[in-house]
């Protein structure tokens, strides 16, 4: 599976952006799936996971009631609509699919995408 992650920028505090993960190769909907990121000198961080047939979403306490992560697998998409933006979002987020078989929300990730940059000024 080869993802591509996109819809990164530059918006204010309280704005919204909406990152869109595009998969090819294998079957992406036989997949749970998930968003990361990773803020300058600190480690990658877990934000939010669907299910494989989007049925099931689990979220960070950080990012709950504000992002929202979700998927249309007619399109080998999953997107993470991100609300109410604070600086602390500031990050490279990835995408990554998840290893089938890995528990939920998954325990391990097999592919995973380039980072978009998402930087939120205050």
């Known amino acids: 599976v080869q993802l591509q992650a996109s819809g990164g920028g530059l918006v204010q505090a309280g704005g919204s952006l909406r990152l869109s993960c595009a998969a090819s190769?294998?079957?992406?909907?036989?997949?749970?799936a998930g968003w990361f990121r990773q803020a300058p000198g600190k480690e990658r961080e877990f934000v939010a996971a669907?299910?494989?047939?989007?049925?099931?979403?689990y979220y960070s306490d950080s990012v709950k009631g504000r992002f929202t992560i979700s998927r249309d697998n007619a399109k080998n998409t999953v997107y993470l609509e991100m609300n109410s933006l604070k600086s602390e979002d500031t990050s490279v987020y990835y995408c990554?699919?998840?290893?089938?078989?890995?528990?939920?929300?998954?325990?391990?990730?097999?592919?995973w995408g380039q980072g978009t940059q998402v930087t939120v000024s205050s």
């Open positions: 990554g699919a998840g290893r089938v078989n890995s528990g939920w929300p998954p325990a391990v990730y097999e592919y």
């Open positions: 190769g294998r079957t992406f909907s036989s997949y749970d």
């Open positions: 669907i299910r494989w047939d989007g049925g099931l979403t």
